[in-house]
């Protein structure tokens, strides 16, 4: 883990790192425009920047670092008031960024019911109608981010458990991981869902084995058939839910975010900023999907100012490992009768490849969502098809996840200058219950940071909020150590797959 003083970091919120390295030698006093208004001093500064990788003490003007080196070298720049700060010795990074998040999600979470740590069903119930009795008239309860894999036997639930409890008030939350959702009766009824229903394509409507009946669970694209029924929230409550997040990122030293769901979230950023309450820099994704929408439009990745920028197009390949819908090339261990799904954005065969080489012939920067080892497979030949045939530029291909790798598509990464876009916090997290689900060999190359960075993969850290907390020290320790939330792995679960703490601050 890391020292206390890394609280440090937080003072950096709002300051770029673009700033030049001092010099020894003892320059004469700059002008008026280049005097820092804040210095911070007797510190340990890691740099992250090898030219001069500790320093003492930063010179901060505006949102600008001025420079980094000795308490000395540092006073000497100041102009007749700095704000002087004493870090008592204690660490300071760079500021954060993650590369993976869902921003809005993490807002509204920050206001929603909380069934992450339900630990039994009853909890799970008890919560609901807790929060269901307190929702005001027309309300749905939503969010929840459960897992029923920290309950006893990892029991599944079922809309008969919260019936009785919640009435007429609809209710839709789902399991951590996002691939997966509990819906009421009431919920069902008016989402028009019932044993009639068909699976739509690329999803799951579980049914009770003897009625036929819906249980209440719906996997990824069955999802939509009861949140497309959710009523939208309102714009303030969505500046409400924006302005949540970006304190809640703020005190935990996280000063950029790569929102993976942007989307129409833009609009909400772009006000918040207006009204100077936007703390984060946020780089934001669109649905691949809607590619042709953002070519017609002539924008491209990197559009926007400092603040707030639109990034590129995110799309998926799979589900995920807890849903047993994450696409393998072999059956899963627990569940043999399958090797997962690949998401309806793979289908027809072809399509995927024709949006990725359309978008980046765009000149837009693309990002697939791959779990399984089949889907990054594929993945990795279509962004590989691109990286040699396109023309040669700085394309960022990103896997989003790339959790399981067959060995043999690990090199793959950095050969064709592939982003890996990790969220270690995953590793301690699925490590509790992943190697019941693939086995032990696959397992050894599961979340593969070491392997990667040997073989030259770019990695990008992030938390996946709301599927994890974004704190990223809670990220760093999990690369660092592997230990798994449960304790059963105390020295790392697959360690030789372990980091050092440096190699996973620079992964942020
Ligand atoms: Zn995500």
Redesign the pocket.
């Known amino acids: 883990m890391l020292p206390a003083g890394m609280r440090m970091n937080r003072l950096l919120c709002s300051v770029s790192l673009a700033g030049i390295v001092m010099t020894a030698t003892s320059a004469p006093a700059p002008p008026p425009s280049l005097q820092p208004d804040l210095l911070i001093v007797n510190a340990i500064v890691r740099t992250l920047d090898d030219a001069r990788p500790v320093t003492q003490a930063v010179a901060i003007r505006g949102n600008r670092i001025l420079g980094v080196g000795s308490d000395a070298e540092v006073r000497a720049l100041a102009g007749p008031a700095p704000r002087i700060l004493d870090a008592l010795g204690r660490l300071v990074l760079p500021g954060f960024n993650d590369a993976?998040?869902?921003f809005l999600g993490g807002g509204f979470q920050l206001a929603a019911i909380d069934l992450r740590d339900a630990r039994t069903p009853s909890e799970f119930v008890e919560r609901i109608e807790r929060f269901a009795s307190r929702l005001p008239p027309g309300g749905w309860v939503t969010g929840g981010d459960w897992d029923h894999e920290l309950w006893p036997g990892s029991p599944l639930p079922h809309r008969k458990m919260i019936d009785a409890v919640t009435g007429a008030v609809p209710v839709f939350v789902n399991r951590l991981d996002?691939h997966m959702a509990l819906a009421n009766s009431a919920a069902l009824e008016r989402a028009g869902v019932s044993r009639n229903t068909p699976d739509p394509a690329g999803g799951i409507i579980v049914r009770d084995p003897q009625t036929g009946e819906p249980t209440g669970l719906l996997k990824d694209s069955a999802m939509t058939l009861v949140s497309r029924v959710i009523p939208s929230p309102s714009i303030e409550q969505r500046l409400g839910a924006a302005r949540a997040a970006t304190a809640h990122a703020a005190r935990l030293g996280v000063t950029s975010v790569q929102d993976?769901?942007a989307n129409e979230d833009l609009g909400v950023y772009q006000e918040l900023d207006r009204r100077g309450e936007l703390n984060t820099r946020i780089y934001g994704f669109w649905p691949l999907p809607q590619w042709e929408k953002v070519v017609a439009l002539g924008v491209r990745a990197g559009f926007g100012h400092d603040r707030l920028r639109f990034g590129g197009l995110k799309g998926f390949s799979d589900g995920s490992l807890g849903s047993t819908t994450a696409w393998f090339f072999d059956p899963y261990n627990d569940a043999p009768e399958t090797r997962g799904l690949a998401s309806d954005e793979m289908l027809p065969e072809g399509l995927m490849r024709t949006r990725v080489e359309r978008a980046d012939a765009a000149n837009l920067q693309v990002a697939i969502?791959a779990i399984g080892d089949r889907a990054n497979h594929e993945i990795l030949s279509i962004f590989e098809h691109v990286a040699t045939t396109h023309d040669p530029r700085d394309r960022r291909l990103r896997i989003?996840?790339a959790q399981h790798l067959r060995p043999q598509d690990i090199a793959r990464f950095g050969r064709s200058r592939i982003v890996a876009s990790m969220?270690p916090y995953h590793c301690a997290d699925d490590g509790r219950w992943a190697e019941k689900r693939i086995g032990p060999e696959r397992a050894r190359t599961t979340y593969a940071f070491r392997s990667l960075l040997e073989h030259g993969a770019v990695l990008a850290f992030g938390s996946?909020w709301t599927?994890a907390p974004l704190d990223p020290l809670l990220g760093i320790a999990a690369a660092v150590t592997r230990r798994t939330l449960d304790g059963k792995h105390p020295d790392g679960w697959v360690p030789e797959e372990k980091i050092s703490v440096e190699q996973a601050v620079r992964a942020y």
Do not use: A, Y
Request: aromatic share 0%; no cysteine; net charge negative.
């Open positions: 993976h998040v869902h996002g993976m769901s969502h989003e996840h969220q996946d599927v």
